[in-house]
């Protein structure tokens, strides 16, 4: 037989590779003994030739989107050996894309972030920049750029976005351009302050202004709102709020946007016074500025055309005191003056202090008079407009205009003892009326009585019970006798005759009173008659029979008469006489007694004694 020994072929697809999108891929591949050559894929590219060892392949969209494909290499063997079979994988990488973004327009003010900046496929990111700003980062997609002086200077830059493809495929790049416009600037100026009644012409600049408009949170107005010096007269309003803040809005080219600043307009109220109207006060006193008015003063300064002195010069209402100066010319200009707040002025009034004199009176001390006299007023006035005299009594003047004014006193004046009377003294307005008084006193005048005549038995003695004074400030008895008082300064003393008032048998007893400065004394006298005392003897007892008379054995002295009676019922034969002769009745017979009374009558007095008849 023959034996036949096939060769047995052998199959290398080559090493893996890597091409990028869109490339085709040629093939690496050794192939022995090969009765034929198939190429496959796992994808959908196609091979050019599938039957050779260096075939070309085409991946398709679904290989790249997969990013590689399996090649298999088949090599058909002679029979009955088997086909050989290698396989290699054929990565596909992906070509990278970038996108700048659009071409941009920034403020110079600004930064610009790159948000339109799209890439795909890139295995890494650079930013560049033709001009010498800076990125946020130059390898993110979206940095933020931030121009540099050249740029600013230049007014554009070209940014460009480089991306790194996986190898194989190469780099990609883009550009954008970026122009950079410039930013208006707006200074209003520093703030300021006007005074009420004035404009303002601002002080402003502005750069890069594509316009300018003024604007006001008042009411004012602008003489041309779209100038750097624009003019501003404040409205009321804003006079009234005391400022306003102007604003000054330039605008700049886009995107730049405006510029805007302020400043504050203050506006000072200008200050005003009035030192009120023209006064006139009295010399004695002070005047207080209560009319005088201000309005927006910062500070006051009073001033006077005299020597007096104000209470405070600074302030609105002080109290002025007029100096000697003053009173003598009698009339004195007063001065206010109001500093305003910068720039405004100060601002000035005055008025006129007229000086009245004062007038005085003195109604002269305090004097007394006797009841039943007048008085003659010791009292002086000066700068009188008028004078007049008045009492709180019931008294009268005999005239009440003048300094020395008699008064006469009423009896209810004299009753009360004293009366104030007060002298009135009108000044020249609107110097107050000069009041004075003095106590006039009007002592009572002392009156005595003695008390009428009397008369007293020589054994007793005499109680002066009759006398009576009044308004007495002392009482003094006096005796034209011998005897004596119990007291002499009391007004019913008890008086007691002596010796020679008994022989003399009348005394006169007189009572003086000394009346209260400067009414004079009082006096008054009585007579004190002095009788002689009866005596009565009447007997003694004696008895007789019954039948019989009994005729009396009696004496009697000083009588002016005799009376003889019985507790019985018998008679006498003459009861008026010493020896009356006595007849017992028979009651008295009976009774066995009867006593016999001789009463003996004296000069105002009677005496009396008894005997008793058995």
Known sequence: MVLTISEQATANAGTDATICEGSTYTMIATATNAASITWSSNGTGTFADATIEDAVYTPSAADILNGSVTLTMTVTSASPCINATDQMVLSINPQATVSAGADATICETGTYTLIGATESNATSLAWTTSGDGSFSSTTVLNPIYTPGANDLTAGTVTLTLTAQSAAPCVEASDAMVLTISEQATANAGVDATICEGSTYTMIATATNAASITWSSNGTGTFADATIEDAVYTP?????????????????????????????????????????????????????????????????????????????????????????????????????????????????????????????????????????????????????????????????????????????????????????????????????????????????????????????????????????????????????????????TTVLNPIYTPGANDLTAGTVTLTLTAQSAAPCVEASDAMVLTISEQSTANAGVDATICEGSTYTMIATATNAASITWSSNGTGTFADATIEDAVYTPSAADRLNGSVTLTMTVTSASHVSMLSIRLY
């Open 235 to 487: 409205s009321a309003a804003d006079r009234l709020n005391g400022s306003v803040t102007l604003t000054m809005t330039v605008t700049s080219a886009s995107p730049c946007i405006n510029a805007i600043d302020q400043m504050v307009l203050s506006i000072n109220p200008q200050a005003t016074v009035s030192a009120g109207a023209d006064a006139t006060i009295c010399e004695t006193g002070t005047y207080t500025l209560s009319g005088a008015t201000q309005s927006n003063a910062t500070s006051l300064a009073w001033t006077t055309s005299g020597d007096g002195s104000f209470s405070s010069t600074t302030v609105l209402n002080p109290i002025y005191t007029p100096g000697a100066n003053d009173l003598i010319a009698g009339t004195v200009t007063l001065t206010l003056t109001a500093q305003s707040a910068a720039p405004c002025v100060e601002a000035s009034d005055a008025m006129v202090l007229t000086i009245s004199e004062q007038a005085s009176a003195n109604a002269g001390v305090d004097a007394t008079i006797c009841e039943g006299s007048t008085y003659t007023m010791i009292a002086t006035a000066t700068n009188a407009a008028s004078i007049t005299w008045s009492s709180n009594g019931t008294g009268t003047f005999a005239d009440a205009t003048i300094e020395d004014a008699v008064y006469t006193p009423s009896a209810a004046d004299i009753l009360n003892g004293s009366v104030t009377l007060t002298m009135t003294v009108t000044s020249a307005s609107p110097c107050i009326n000069a009041v004075d008084q003095m106590v006039l006193s009007i002592n009572p005048q002392a009156t005595v009585s003695a008390g009428a005549d009397a008369t007293i038995c020589e054994t007793g003695t005499y109680t002066l019970s009759g006398a009576t004074s009044t308004n007495a400030t002392s009482l003094a008895w006096t005796t034209s006798g011998d005897g004596s008082f119990s007291s």
